[in-house]
């Protein structure tokens, strides 16, 4: 993109996004703020909580938006985010899937909803404090390793790579930091955050069941055995070992697993660790940060963010992914987002974990 | 530049800012006995006198506040107090569907907290309080209702309220009625002795005063309990070191309103008929809001729906022309709620969310008008794509 290009920044009110915005100014971009008020409760702040969208983080944003010098606006994406992100992941895991919803936030609100909005009001491009390179249309990690962040960008398709900006993937979190003091931006020391923003007590099990209700069950063994029990399948996660509550020990004495989480039925299945490896991964919603693959790609893959990558061969099958691993890995958990990288370098695709195949060949 | 939001605020006068700047360098409490004290006590009663002259009451009438939202505070809040006191089953408090949030929350508040029954009065479609439905709530039970307030005309819409009618139905049962002029004061004849409110509240910044000067116009014998306790410099009734600097402007600025108010209502009518105009040329399918009727809204006021569009888009590429109108209420977070005004007048959420309020004021011109006249057709046009896409949700 040349320079004078109309750019939206999404200004969360924390200071990777506030820098971004910084940045993109700096190129001579005609940049505007946007805050995205996202949850259908600003008060939240009241009970001291941090999440992305309180009411002090709005505040946050417009005082970097006044430093920086650009146009400041809050959009109420309430609704847009509550239909798909909160209520996509209490399906998810409803489901006894595992989902990630920065990743469903940029997907369907950052570089959908509001992308959309912004290109009809005239913008080109929307710019985020994400930590990823975009280079000739491509995406590619960022330089900081601990910080980056193309696991949850993996999901957005060419067209929507078209109209993204993304300032700080050349840098490291902590010369962000120092650029955001050095620009007098007051959220320079402001602490990161981890947790999911609509869950910010960061109490996910507590949170699902006060939605989910209760919906106790049994905690079975590969052989079907009951093993213990739960007050909600959904709580749990495919490779989990704390929090069973197993009332019956191993036969062997060695530590289990959740190998599967079926709401429906009600059951959690555990299992010794090497039930837990897979080889073959299928996935479906196949996204493309490029041209769709022909054949088979040999990449590495990576399963959940943050996560280790693997050497992989992907191959599309109509509207099903299928990721066969050099090496059985350990713990995956359908929902998450596989994504594919050329070189563990540049992003090719992602697809959501759909179902996995053990080691042996069996479904897990 | 069009500044088209004077009902959010309004450029102070020349003459109180001479008013206001000649008392900011000046030492003495107006309180203090001594000369200094006695000089700014002066400007402070000067200032009352002026007021007072202005909004045609007495002197002892005026109770100085920090503003539009505390003098309200007071009123409702006040008013509601004392007369419980007097006697205990005056719990109803009667208030326009389409109040200012400063009287709403106070009501609300009384509600949640003191044990209040608020009465939302319904509004007509053009935002006018509904007379027969204030006569039928009095009339249910007369000896239950704590008072009557609503807005001498509304800040979004404009509308202009049935005062007299409104009073001389609370004064049968002898039920006292407050009214908030804060946008009438500058641009209508407001008059507190002859309207026989009880209490009427004036803010400085919206007539070319300071921000953070107001005042409840309190009749004499009308009992009100303070919301604020301390020095009680205010009969008693308020609290607070006077500001005679703010006070010495915010007079200044009524009395230089009041000399040329029904010429300026004239003025500012007249632009406002042809802002209308060339809106509704530009955008045919714009819907105007409150009163069609010119007489029966603030000459300065125009409201408008415009189908399909975001108050919130519309106001950002607005903004970006350099024209600055308002969505009508914003809330804390930014975040524009729908009008409860509009919503009051039987508008869907959607109607709601999709309108501007542009309001003139004493440096509006001609030029402000063609500036609108030439953005709003293309912004509208853009708001609507952005409209389409912000419904078209994955
Ligand atoms: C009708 C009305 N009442 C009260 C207020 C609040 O006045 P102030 O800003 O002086 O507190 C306003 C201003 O927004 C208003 O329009």
Redesign the pocket.
Known sequence: MGTNVRVLAAMSGGVDSAVAAARAADAGHDVTGVHLALSRNPQSYRSGARGCCTLEDARDARRAADVIGIPFYVWDMAEQFHTSVVDDFLDEYAAGRTPNPCLRCNERIKFAAVLDKAVALGFDAVCTGHYAILRDGALYRAVDDGKDQSYVLGVLTAEQLAHAMFPLGDTRKADVRAEASRRGLAVADKPDSHDICFIPSGDTAGWLVDRLGCAPGDVVDESGAVVGGHDGAYAFTVGQRRGLGLTRPAPDGRPRYVLAVRPVERTVTVGPREALRVDRIVGVRPRWAGRPPVDAVRCRAQLRAHGEVHRAVAELDGDELTVSLDAPVEGVAPGQAVVLYADDERVIGSATIDRTYRAAGMSV | MAYLDH??TTPMLPAAIAATTAELGRVGNPSSLHTPGRAARRVVEESREALAEGVGARPGEVVFTS????A?NLAVKGLYWSRVAADGRRRRVLVGAGE?H?VLDAAAWLSREQGAQVEPLPLDAVGRVRLDALAESLARDPGDVALVSV?WAN?EVGTIQPVAEIVELAHAYGIPVHS?A??AAGQLDVRFATSGLDAL?L?G??IGGP?GA?ALVLRRDADVTPVLHGGGQERDVRSGTLDAAAYAGFAAALTEVVAGRADEAVRLAGLRDELVRRVLDAVPDAELNGDPDPAGRLPGNAHFSFPGCEGDSLLLLLDARDVFCSTGSACSAGVAEPSHVLLAMGASEERARGSLRFSLGHTSTEADVDALAEAIGPAVERASRAGVAAHRVS
């Not at chain 2, 503003?67 to 505390?70: F, N």
């Open positions: 009902a959010a503003g539009g939202t505390e309200d200012h400063a807005l800040n908030d804060v946008q509240t803010t910044h919206k921000v107001g």
